[in-house]
């Protein structure tokens, strides 16, 4: 069974650091899609993040480029999500999520799987 779990979310200062990681359970990272989404209070899930087979990250936020990285470990089947600058704004609950197919799309990505979620909050 394929499963997803995050952990990494915390209480962090505005221009803190934090990374998630997801660990993948029941396959294998390659040839699937992986990434993160977030959703902050009251506002809908929104894409963040990619990586793929071709281990470039693709963005779908504009918010996050220089500050957010994406990095996996196929060895040890995780994936990182490295947050720097953090701002107040990007206080959400962050989702770990994987579709097969290997190859990021440029922009809607609409993944099977989705993980349970780690909260990350920003706030002095």
């Known amino acids: 069974q394929l499963q997803l779990l995050e952990s990494g979310g915390a209480l962090v200062q505005p221009g803190g650091s934090l990374r998630l990681s997801c660990t993948a359970s029941g396959f294998t990272l390659d040839h699937y899609s992986i990434g993160w989404f977030r959703q902050a209070p009251g506002k809908e899930r929104e894409g963040v993040l990619c990586?793929?087979?071709?281990?470039?990250?693709?963005y779908y936020q504009h918010s996050v480029k220089g500050r957010f990285t994406i990095s996996k470990d196929n060895a040890k089947n995780m994936v990182y999500l490295q947050m720097n600058s953090l701002k107040p704004e990007d206080t959400a609950v962050y989702y770990c999520?994987?579709?097969?197919?290997?190859?990021?799309?440029?922009?809607?990505?609409?993944?099977?799987?989705w993980g349970q979620g780690t909260q990350v909050t920003v706030s002095s």
């Open positions: 990586i793929g087979d071709k281990n470039v990250g693709t």
């Open positions: 999520v994987a579709e097969p197919g290997g190859e990021c799309p440029e922009s809607t990505f609409s993944p099977w799987y």
